[in-house]
Nanobody, 124 residues
Framework: VQLQASGGGLVQPGSSLKLSCVATDFSLDRHAVGWFRQAPGKEREGISCISFTDGVTLINGSLRDRFTISADNAKNTVYLQMDNLKPEDTAAYFC??????????????????WGQGTQVTVSS
């Protein structure tokens, strides 16, 4: 079971990035998929979740204005659009799934399959 996150990089403040998370050997149908991030010395933080069953999403309220999650069922892929990036967004970004049809929360402990992460660095 593998999830592959990609799309990170080094960008300037105010820039945008779109991260992708693809499941390579299983279908995301009947799963909820979340995005998380972890900065050095900090706990892993839930960003957003989307259900492949009904498309309903959850999002961390503090990021609602700048981050958007979406999914392409045909491509078995979840995206995280990040706009107006700030230095405090610098972190490793991870996607993960939970074997439930719907998003029930953004606590990392709910999710049982994790990708390897992609680094986002926001710096001038």
């Amino acid at each position: 079971v593998q999830l592959q996150a990609s799309g990170g990089g080094l960008v300037q403040p105010g820039s945008s990035l779109k991260l992708s998370c693809v499941a390579t050997d299983f279908s995301l149908d009947r799963h909820a998929v979340g995005w998380f991030r972890q900065a050095p010395g900090k706990e892993r933080e839930g960003i957003s979740c989307i259900s492949f069953t009904d498309g309903v999403t959850l999002i961390n309220g503090s990021l609602r204005d700048r981050f958007t999650i979406s999914a392409d069922n045909a491509k078995n892929t979840v995206y995280l659009q990040m706009d107006n990036l700030k230095p405090e967004d610098t972190a490793a970004y991870f996607c993960a799934t939970e074997a439930r049809y719907f998003c029930e929360g953004l606590e990392p402990a709910r999710y049982d399959t994790w990708g390897q992460g992609t680094q986002v660095t926001v710096s001038s």
